[in-house]
Each structure stands twice: as C-alpha cells, then as structure tokens.
C-alpha cells in the first residue's frame, strides 16, 4: 500500500479548517487544561493532606487521552460521514493509511500540546520530560486510533457518544480503580493507559526500568498495530457502506 505525502499533506490541511469550526471538539481539547489548573490549585500538593502531584497529572492525561486524542478524531470523521465527503475521499482513491494519517496528524499534535502543558501545570520536573514525551505519544498514538474506529462505526456525530462513551469510560475507570481491586487490576492491565501508569510510576519515583519490564511498552505497541489493522479493514469494508 502506497503513501502520498501530497494526500496527506491535503487531509491535514482539510483536517485544520474543521477543527478550528468544529466547537465541540475545541472545548473537549480545553477540559483537559481546564481540569488541571483546577485540581493543581486545590489538591496539587505532595504534603499529607494534599493529592500528589503525580496524580494530578495522569488524571489530567487519562481526560486528555479520552476527550482530545480519542474523542476528537471520533467526531472529526463522523463530521466527514455526515457531509458524505469520506465516501469522495473513498472514490477518489484515498487509502487507509492517507487517511488515517491525515487525520492523526493535527490530532497527535493538539494532544501532545495539552498534554505538555499538562505537565508544567502538573508541576513535574522538567528531567522527565523527554520520557513523558515518549510514553505519552506512544498511548496517544493508540487512543486516536480506537477514536478512529469509533468515528468509523458512527453514522454522525451525535451517535460518537452513543458507541464510544462506553468504551472511553471503561478505558478512563478501569485505570483508575484498578489499585483498589485485584479483579480490575488483571483486566486493566490490558489497557495502554493503565501500562503508561506503570510505566510513569516508576519513572517520576525514580525507579530504574529493568528489562523484565517491557511488557507495558509491548502492550502498547500491540494496541497500536491491531488498531491500526481493524481501521484499515473498517475504511474499506464499513465506510463505503455508510
């Protein structure tokens, strides 16, 4: 399967000109930020009595994670469905991966931005920002893509929420409350944003990661590639139909 860089390089500046219209999908992108002023303010403290810093931050990401990388993407391609300009995109030979990247790209970008300035707010040191980089791009990279399915599998926008609400909350709880129950912990850790937690736990306590540890990353790495593959077969066999 052949890249245009030419197509994407059109997808993308397409994708610009929606986004900065699309006013649902500005505020999604500006909760993330939001939220962590407001926690950071309140509970932003490794004192006693205060939320840790740390936390503070995933939580924020985990929101970033669902509401920019995931949900964004999600409506973004649901728009396209509902002016029926994905089915021209199709037609005019657009591949799977044109698309995909053309869309992932402006998204991939918003996100890790938040998530930068999510990480200054936060209050983290500034020495872990290049492996913050790293992992977070990693499981962004796999958010936006299980928003892609669910842009995919929605006739329009407002049937984003109907299918992917369930899959973001059980991907944004599962997570979180896996430190409270043994039973969720073995499911979430099939989960790429619950493996960056364990991932970022160890490093920001300043924990070395040994090689027995690879597992997250393997895990992450395996959700972007399956993604990717049903995306591939869901643009050719489902978007045309719908």
Known sequence: MTLSLRR?????????????????????????ILFSIIYSYIYGSDHV???????????C???????????????????????????????????????????VVLTLILSTITNIIIFFISGMEVK?????????????????????????????QMSTSVIGMP????????????????????????TPNYNMTLIFNKIFYGLSLSSQEILPFVTIFIWIVVTSVVFIVAYNKVGIDN
């Open 167 to 190: 899959i973001m909350l059980i991907l944004l709880l599962i997570p979180m409350m896996a430190d409270f129950n043994e039973n969720i912990r073995k499911i979430a850790v099939f």
């Open 49 to 59: 009595n205060g939320m840790p810093k740390l936390m503070v931050m995933l939580l």
């Open 128 to 156: 872990y920002l290049a492996w913050f980089l790293l992992i977070s791009t990693l499981v962004i990279i796999s958010m936006i893509i299980i928003g892609a399915l669910i842009g995919m599998f929605s006739k329009n």
């Open 8 to 32: 994407i390089k059109a997808l993308t500046k397409k994708e610009f000109k929606s986004f900065t219209k699309n006013t649902n999908v500005l505020l999604m992108c500006m909760l993330p």
């Open 61 to 103: 990401l985990n929101m970033n994670l669902i509401m920019c990388s995931s949900f964004t993407i999600a409506m973004l391609i649901a728009e396209e469905k509902e002016k029926n300009t994905l089915r021209t995109l199709l037609l005019s030979g657009v591949s799977a991966l044109e698309f995909l990247f053309g869309k």
